[in-house]
């Protein structure tokens, strides 16, 4: 079945460092692909998303780049605030096969300090 | 509303008490699904309604759970008998399209906690 796996964290920088958080998924059919974002104490925000193979998704200076050939979709932001500190949810979504339900992977803590 | 409604926002219960959580979708949203989120885990799909219609309850994990959204807005997801491992963030999001993620609204969930 469809599935996503992203790498575990927390994943701790500081202010200004470059980020790559990396995800992979398994799925049958076409699927579309998403980063979510979990703020402390806040519900999931869709942060990007991207609908077919080489689509960039990009929102707030992230991007991440739909790779059929590798089925990944890293997320990537060259530079980190305080403020991005979250939770961080990569998704899928096969609509022909699955009726659009969103299937996520385990999510990445990252913690950004000053 | 503005956003997706849930409520109550914490409950607590004791092993074997029945729950019900309450998700006010956005108004006109057709499509509503549930998740459960156990702790430091992804969100997990529990059940989709498109109106009232509940058309996939492929990941509600026992027949404890049902869910219910009988005038196509306001649902209720209600647990009977609840157990320790129910304890998790329970999920609701709504769309306006009758399929696709592409607009789903989450609300911030009911933290459930099975004592």
């Known amino acids: 079945g469809n599935s996503v796996t992203q790498m575990e964290g927390p994943v701790t920088l500081s202010e200004e460092a470059f980020l790559t958080i990396n995800c992979t998924y398994t799925a049958t059919g076409y699927p579309s692909l998403f980063w979510y974002v979990q703020y402390p104490g806040e519900g999931l925000q869709l942060l990007l998303k991207a609908t077919k193979a080489d689509d960039k998704g990009s929102n707030k200076g992230f991007e991440a780049t739909y790779r059929k050939e590798t089925t990944s979709f890293h997320l990537e932001k060259g530079s980190v605030q305080v403020s991005d500190s979250a939770v961080y949810f990569c998704?899928?979504?096969?609509?022909?096969?699955?009726?659009?339900?969103?299937?996520f992977g385990q999510g990445t803590e990252l913690s950004v300090k000053p | 509303g503005a956003g997706v409604s849930q409520s109550p926002r914490y409950k607590v219960a004791k092993r074997g008490q029945d729950v019900a959580l309450r998700c006010d979708p956005i108004s006109g949203h057709v499509s509503l699904f549930w998740y459960q989120q156990a702790l430091g885990q992804g969100p997990e799909f529990l059940t989709y309604f498109q109106n009232e219609a509940q058309l996939d309850k492929s990941g509600l994990p026992s027949d404890r759970f049902f869910a219910e959204r009988p005038e196509g807005s306001v649902s209720t997801l209600k647990i009977q008998r609840t157990q320790q491992e129910d304890s998790a963030v329970y999920l609701c999001a709504s769309s306006h399209g009758g399929q696709g993620a592409d607009g789903y609204t989450f609300g911030s969930g009911t933290r459930l906690t099975v004592v």
């Open positions: 998704a899928l979504s096969d609509l022909y096969n699955q009726g659009g339900k969103l299937i």
